[in-house]
Each structure stands twice: as C-alpha cells, then as structure tokens.
C-alpha cells in the first residue's frame, strides 16, 4: 500500500477556450539545435509555450509536424497565436476546434513539464527528478512521481515523492549493448563510441549539443565536454548522445522516509505556482484534497520498468 498526495487544480470552462491544431514549416529549418523534423516540430512548440505565458501546447504524439495548441477565446490570446505562427512559420490546421478533456491534459502536462525545467526534468512518461544537475550527481536523488488526469471542473495531479536513482557506472558501454536513453528510457543499441563529437554528424561542436538537449528536452548538459556514443533505435539512422543521457538498465526507484514528503512535495508545487502562474489567462489555483492509499501488487522499491511504457 502506497500514498499519493493528490492536488486540485481550477481549470477554464472548455466554452471559454478554442483549440488549434499547427503544422511547422520543415522547409524552414535552421537551428542546428533540432537537426530532424520531429525536433524542430518540438522546438517550435516549446517556442510557443515561452512565447506567451498563459497558452497550454503539446507537439503530437505520431505526425512528425503537428502541434496542438490551446488559448482562451478572450482577451487578444488568438491574435497573439497570429502573430507567433507567423514569428515561427507554423500554419493552422482548418478551424479552431473545441477543447475537450484529452486534449486539455496532454496540452496541460507538457507545457507544466516544459516550464518546471530545468528545476524539476521529466524522466519517461510520469518522473520528474529535481535540480538541474542531476546528470552528473550520483545516487538517489528527490523526485515526484506524477500523474495528471482531469474531470469537469479541475485537473487533478496525483503526487508520490521518490528516491530516483540513475544507476551510473564508470565502464564503456560496448558495441551491440542493449541501452536505454534519457528522457524517454527507450531502448537502443550501442553502435560507437567517440572521444568527441564526430565531425560528420548532426551537430557542429558541443554548444549546439547542450542548445539541442536544452531547447528539445529542457535537460542541462554541464559545461565540461563528455564522450558519446551512437545509439540505433528500432528504425532511422543512428544518432548521438552524451554518455550521461545513457543508462544500462531502468533507474530504480525508492520511497522516500515519510517526514522528507512534505518538504519534496512543497518544493514541487512552490516550483510549479512560480514558473506557471498562469493557465489560459487565469491564476494558477492549486489545493491539495484529500490524500489516497493506493493498493499496489508491486514492492515499494522497484525498477521503473514497472509502470514505464516502452518499446520492446
């Protein structure tokens, strides 16, 4: 048996909001930062999202350009949307659209993703391990395990402090190795190891590696120049990684000892009322409800295989 800490939060009526779907301009790339169509589709979102501070976007799961974006019919929220689709060379797609419950919480959890970092970093699909050098620190480290849903009136985020452990080792990872990669914890094969970056490949030196893991994932790679490695996934051409966003097995996570939750929990929500103050043009009003005993035919500690989608 485990407890989850869940938070309310006060969401717009749906009939005050419109929805628009996006479609970048892949013909207008030129941040060496996003390299393929599918991050400058991400860059492009998150470019909305720190655009304008009340407006909740998410890129699309699947289309390769797609970008979903939320605003509030009142105000000059769509004239702005104009004017940064313009600014970003992003098109609408048909009409705006009602909003419906879906849409609002994926809209909802990765603008709150894309603005607690680089204090909270999302980990998978439900982790957010907290400061921003987490790459190179050793050992459990404080995180929130979250859950978003959301019902007529509020969304609700269900919050579980942990221990997240990255499980670091100081041995090469050999060729044909089975890995997994950060954020996602997808799996993929080790190709080749290089002592810098491969003059040939899609970044021109370091700083645009660190802008890419910045602009695309809000992680802070540190200032001193690391190995790589080129990974294979299941289908493209091999990309290349920084040892430490590489990871032989899944982090195991850990709870944390009951009087720690609190102060986690409190750094959380403080972190996410002051980079969110706004959601659609509204302040941001979060209470906490009643706590739930959530029953579990897992063990407290556990690899985070357990409750992490990926791909076989």
């Not at 309310?8 to 030129?30: E, R």
């Not at 990255?166 to 914890?185: A, W």
């Not at 929500?269 to 706590?291: A, F, H, V």
């Amino acid at each position: 048996m485990t407890k989850n800490y869940v938070y309310s939060i006060i969401k717009p009526d749906y009939s005050s909001l419109g929805y628009v779907i996006a479609t970048a301009n892949v013909d207008d790339k030129h941040d060496r930062s996003a390299p393929s169509d599918f991050h400058w589709k991400i860059l492009k979102c998150r470019m909305v999202i720190f655009s304008h501070p009340s407006i909740l976007a998410s890129p699309d799961k699947s289309d390769v350009k797609k970008v979903h974006i939320i605003f509030s019919r009142r105000g000059d929220d769509f004239d702005c949307i104009n004017s940064l689709f313009l600014k970003f060379s992003l098109v609408q797609e048909g009409l705006i659209r009602n909003v419906d419950n879906d849409t609002y919480k994926m809209c909802f959890f990765y603008t709150m993703a894309a603005k607690l970092a680089p204090a909270w970093n999302l980990l998978s699909c439900s982790y957010f391990v907290n400061k921003r050098d987490f790459l190179t620190r050793i050992g459990p480290q404080e995180g929130v395990q979250c859950f978003c849903s959301v019902n007529n009136d509020t969304i609700m985020l269900e919050l579980k402090p942990v221990k997240i452990n990255l499980l670091r080792s100081d041995n090469k990872f050999y060729p044909g190795e089975c890995i997994r990669v950060l954020p996602s914890l997808n799996k993929a094969n080790i190709e080749e190891f290089y002592e810098s970056l491969p003059k040939m490949g899609d970044f021109k030196n370091f700083k645009d590696m660190r802008r890419h893991w910045k602009n695309i994932h809000g992680y802070r790679l540190p200032e001193e120049e690391r190995p790589y490695y080129a990974v294979r996934f299941w289908r493209g051409e091999p990309l290349t990684y920084p040892d430490i966003c590489l990871t032989r097995t899944f982090p195991i996570i850990t709870p944390v000892p009951k009087a720690s939750e609190e102060c986690i929990l409190k750094n959380f929500i403080n972190c996410l009322k002051t980079k969110m103050p706004l959601i659609l043009g509204l302040p941001i009003d979060i209470n906490e409800t009643e706590s739930q005993m959530i029953h579990k035919n897992v063990k407290d500690t556990q690899a985070i295989s357990l409750c992490t989608p990926t791909q076989n």
